[in-house]
């Protein structure tokens, strides 16, 4: 055992030192990923478009999963890191840290505790402080992303829709609502951060450094409903370091037209004349993005 009893331990068996993977480490790791944006794909041939658009990192999905959605194949993770040279990210399930364990072992560069897949465990979440591999967790509001950043989470996803359908008006609302929270925070006296890290039910050291930082201690990416350069312009002027790209944004005519000028948009968010030259030209694009009438039936029921 490592001096001073720096091991953590599932079922007695060691899963990494501490001292050798130190939280800020592991938050730096997703430092370089900070003015990008993160292209979900399912196959080779998509992540070799989305390598060449410019992503700065792949998150690797499996298609032909029905019902129970579960971490990917471990042959499709290693084909696809076979064929790109930028960091790929996989999802587990919340809660499922064997699968982590898996993830780990394969060699992926970030772990994304998504909830976007099936719940492995209802009750609790991964101690991420177990594992040498970063951790991305999702968040709609202030108090859940300082949660998972004390539980080892050293990047946050404010998630939005997680239908697919390109509605990103849930993405702005969650963004809009932590971001809403830290300026709040920010104009807090000293005695008042107290009674507002219990009313948000969030760690007080992790809430009084949000308020000296004037933002989340992390990295903060927003995912859901992106689709266009301007979603993605949208989501950084409104606070984000980055967006998620779901895998639908290669259901159209063009997708390395679509995904490079959503990437334009992600570095020139403050531009106006490079968001008008990455917008033009992608109405063809578009159509297969659009909301159905059955998704939009869908909508309506949701929001009576």
């Known amino acids: 055992m490592a001096e001073d009893g720096a091991v953590t331990l599932y ?10 993977s130190p939280f800020s480490l592991k938050a730096g790791l997703t430092q370089i990923l900070r003015g990008g944006a993160i292209v979900e794909v399912t196959n080779a041939e998509h992540a070799k478009i989305a390598e060449q658009a410019g992503s ?5 999905s499996d298609p032909s999963q029905q019902g129970i959605t579960r971490m990917p194949d471990p ?15 996989v999802r587990a399930r919340v809660g499922h840290f064997v699968e982590a364990q ?24 991964i101690n991420k402080h177990n594992f040498r591999c970063p951790f991305v967790c999702g968040c709609e509001n202030l108090g859940e992303a300082l949660s998972r950043v004390r539980e080892g989470a050293a990047m946050i996803r404010i998630q939005g829709d997680l239908s697919g359908s390109g509605n990103v008006a849930k993405t702005v609302k969650n963004v809009r609502a932590v971001m809403g929270q830290i300026r709040v925070l920010n104009n807090m006296d000293e005695d008042e951060v107290f009674a507002f890290s219990k009313t948000i039910r969030a760690p007080y050291d992790l809430v ?27 989501m950084m002027q409104l606070g ?16 390395y037209k679509r995904v490079r000028g959503i990437i334009q948009a992600v570095r020139h968010y403050n531009d106006p004349h490079v968001l ?4 033009s030209g992608l109405e063809d694009s578009n159509a297969n993005l659009n909301l159905s009438e059955d998704r939009l039936e869908q909508f309506a029921h949701e929001s009576a």
Request: proline share 4%; hydrophobic share 45%.
């Open 56 to 60: 700065c990192c792949l998150i690797v």
């Open 11 to 20: 079922n007695s068996i060691a899963i990494t030192d501490a001292k050798t």
């Open 75 to 89: 042959s499709l993770i290693k084909e696809i890191k076979r064929v790109v040279s930028i960091p790929i990210m």
């Open 240 to 255: 984000c370091d980055g967006v998620f790209l779901e895998s639908e944004i290669f259901n159209c005519s063009d997708p």
């Open 208 to 234: 009084a450094q949000t308020k000296q930082m004037g933002r989340l201690p992390v990295v903060q990416f927003a995912a859901g409903g992106i689709v266009t350069p301007a979603d993605a312009a949208l």
């Open 102 to 125: 898996i993830l780990e072992a394969i060699g992926v560069d970030y772990i994304d505790e998504s909830e976007a897949i099936a719940l492995a465990d209802e009750d609790n979440f």
């Open 276 to 279: 008008v030259e990455t917008s």
